[in-house]
């Protein structure tokens, strides 16, 4: 049996429900393949040390250190992924940002695999300095800046660690027929609400398709504020 431990703040209300959404959804048959997922919410619990793959949200120590403010850099979570390394266990971060680019590449010369959710084809791309643009890819090609209060310092990747850079899945791939509870969280999801969505409708595509691209979302200086 694989154990496979997740490091997560997140609960069914939040975006972890989407992040992990298969690793949940389909628990039960993970564990029928030999694969037993179990989720931890602190990187101290001496229980990881009972997997053996460890992947740790990237919105985890973005949490500790930026939002809560209980640490000033990324040495505690550095120190946490040598320790597990150092007890033959691989560690993986998922990166959970929405951005095809990154900036995990402080700890990515730390750990086994960096998971992203969408991987430029060209990875030469994230051994480059444009700061934020780095980040945010598409901010620069449509000729727009990031607001000088967002800049901050930026540290491309090395070259020698790009293949450590894997493509895994997105929120795409969760049902939200499933509405998710935190006090079932991470044990599963429930249906109690399936009643509120209808069933999707499935359509032929068609053969003649004008759009090479789709985005979601949208472009103003009020948005861009946020990055």
């Known amino acids: 049996m694989t154990k496979l431990g997740i490091i997560t703040f997140q609960d069914g209300f939040n975006r972890g429900a989407s992040d992990f959404y298969p690793l949940i959804r389909w628990r039960k048959?993970?564990?029928?393949?030999?694969?037993?997922?179990?989720?931890?919410?602190?990187?101290?619990d001496k229980k990881l040390l009972q997997a053996e793959i460890i992947g740790?949200?990237?919105?985890?120590?973005?949490?500790?250190?930026?939002?809560?403010?209980?640490y000033s850099g990324l040495c505690f979570i550095i120190d946490a992924i040598k320790h597990l390394r150092s007890n033959d266990i691989?560690?993986?971060?998922?990166?959970?940002?929405d951005s095809s680019g990154g900036r995990q590449w402080d700890l990515i010369q730390y750990?086994?695999?960096?998971?992203?959710?969408?991987?430029?084809?060209?990875?030469?791309?994230?051994?480059?300095d444009n700061g934020l643009h780095n980040y945010k890819p598409f901010v620069k090609s449509f000729g727009l800046e990031i607001p000088e209060e967002r800049h901050t310092d930026y540290r491309p990747c090395a070259p020698d660690q790009l293949h450590k850079?894997?493509?895994?899945?997105?929120?795409?791939?969760?049902?939200?027929?499933?509405?998710?509870?935190?006090k079932y969280f991470p044990v599963g999801t429930s249906r109690l609400f399936n009643t509120l969505y209808k069933m999707p409708q499935f359509a032929e595509p068609s053969s003649k398709r004008p759009y090479d691209s789709n985005f979601r979302g949208e472009v103003s200086s009020v948005r861009l504020s946020q990055f």
């Open 29 to 44: 048959e993970l564990k029928m393949k030999n694969i037993d997922v179990s989720f931890f919410k602190s990187h101290e």
């Open 165 to 182: 850079i894997k493509l895994g899945w997105n929120i795409g791939m969760k049902d939200y027929r499933y509405f998710p509870f935190t």
């Open 56 to 70: 740790i949200d990237s919105r985890y120590y973005r949490e500790l250190k930026v939002i809560q403010n209980k």
């Open 111 to 128: 750990v086994d695999i960096l998971v992203k959710k969408q991987v430029l084809k060209n990875r030469e791309y994230y051994t480059l």
């Open 90 to 97: 691989k560690v993986l971060i998922f990166d959970n940002d």
